[in-house]
């Protein structure tokens, strides 16, 4: 099952642009990160925020999470090509594994 | 760290045939996950381990998947009889000690199955 629900489904932008996506989930979380994936590829774990913060920072990233709203946001300034990957979000309970949405694809052209 | 490692990266079987992956986690974590993806979809879990007990298994994972961490370091995911819908990559990724459940996790690249 997948308890996270990112939007939009697919983002492309222009080098230099900020990239933004959204990710709902549905029951009480612990906490919920964001992971990049590349064609082909693993993913790689970006930014994690834990249910009593409301905003992270992390070099270009910025992510925000509302748990009245069981939604969160991740903000990617100054895009570059090399940001073109799918982006997920998952959430962390306690005693189960992470939970992952079905991602943005986000295309970044120069 | 050398990472998580997976190997084959890719494989390619008949309808009907077992094919067996293996992962190798990042040395001493003790938590190691096995995810399997579908094209456009996010990552579904299957199961988990900590150390060389499994102590979570997904209703995704019928009787034909098996899954084995005999020493607690390497695992191997085994699928009998392959059908076209096993057609999957299938990921496995581990978190050190002292993490719990639902914390960060540490990817390898993957196993890319193709069931003809």
């Known amino acids: 099952s997948q308890q996270g629900e990112e939007d939009p489904q697919a983002l492309s932008i222009q080098e230099g642009e900020n990239a933004t996506m959204n990710c709902s989930y549905k029951?009480?979380?612990?906490?919920l990160q964001w992971y990049r994936q590349n064609s082909g590829r693993g993913l790689v774990h970006l930014i994690l925020?834990?249910?009593?913060?409301r905003e992270k920072h992390s070099g270009r990233l910025r992510v925000t999470l509302d748990t009245s709203k069981k939604s969160s946001s991740l903000l990617i300034t100054a895009s570059r090509a090399a940001d073109t990957a799918s982006y997920f979000c998952?959430?962390?309970?306690?005693?189960?594994?992470?939970?992952f949405g079905k991602g943005t694809t986000l295309s970044v052209s120069s | 760290d050398t990472g998580v490692s997976q190997d084959p990266r890719h494989k390619i079987t008949k309808r009907g045939q077992n094919v067996t992956f293996r992962c190798d986690p990042i040395?001493?974590?003790?938590?190691l996950y096995w995810y399997r993806q579908t094209l456009g979809q996010g990552p579904e879990f299957l199961t988990y381990?900590?150390?060389?007990?499994?102590?979570?298994k997904s209703r995704l994972l019928s009787d034909r998947f098996s899954a084995e961490r005999p020493k607690g370091s390497f695992s191997t995911l085994e699928i009998q009889r392959t059908e076209q819908g096993d057609s999957a990559m299938y990921l496995c990724?581990?978190?050190?000690?002292?993490?719990?459940?639902?914390?960060?996790?540490?990817f390898g690249s993957g196993t890319q199955l193709s069931v003809l």
């Open positions: 381990f900590q150390n060389e007990a499994q102590l979570e």
């Open positions: 990724a581990s978190s050190p000690p002292g993490t719990g459940n639902g914390e960060k996790l540490f």
């Open positions: 998952a959430t962390g309970q306690a005693g189960t594994a992470l939970i």
């Open positions: 040395s001493e974590h003790n938590r």
């Open positions: 029951t009480s979380i612990n906490n």
């Open positions: 925020i834990r249910s009593n913060e």
